[in-house]
Nanobody, 123 residues
Framework: VQLQAFGGGLVQAGGSLRLSCVGS????????MAWFRQAPGKEREFVAA????????YYADSVKGRFTVSRDNAKNTVYLQMNNLKPEDTAVYYC?????????????????WGQGTLVTVSS
């Protein structure tokens, strides 16, 4: 199983980025997918999750209204559209896959992880 995340970069505050994560070696449509992030010196935290078909989405309070998670199962891809970015959004962003959807906010629930993509938001 492999998850490859990309799309990070440097953006000014108020700007937008879209992250993508492509999965291989798994039946993608059978997994809840999520994005987590880890800022320097901080623990990894939940950002957003999406159900198998995309019918349900979940967000951390800190990104609600600014970020949108979506998926395209035909392309084995999950996306994170990030708008109105703030300096505090600076972190390495990871995608992850789980079949244990009951605890989607817990990183320990996720069996597979991507390598991370760095998002830097300048003020």
């Amino acid at each position: 199983v492999q998850l490859q995340a990309f799309g990070g970069g440097l953006v000014q505050a108020g700007g937008s980025l879209r992250l993508s994560c492509v999965g291989s070696g798994l039946t993608f449509s059978m997994y809840y997918m999520a994005w987590f992030r880890q800022a320097p010196g901080k623990e990894r935290e939940f950002v957003a999750a999406i159900s198998w078909s995309g019918g349900s989405t979940y967000y951390a309070d800190s990104v609600k209204g600014r970020f949108t998670v979506s998926r395209d199962n035909a392309k084995n891809t999950v996306y994170l559209q990030m708008n109105n970015l703030k300096p505090e959004d600076t972190a390495v962003y990871y995608c992850a896959a789980t079949r244990d959807y009951s605890r989607y906010v817990a990183d320990t629930s996720y069996a597979y992880w991507g390598q991370g993509t760095l998002v830097t938001v300048s003020s």
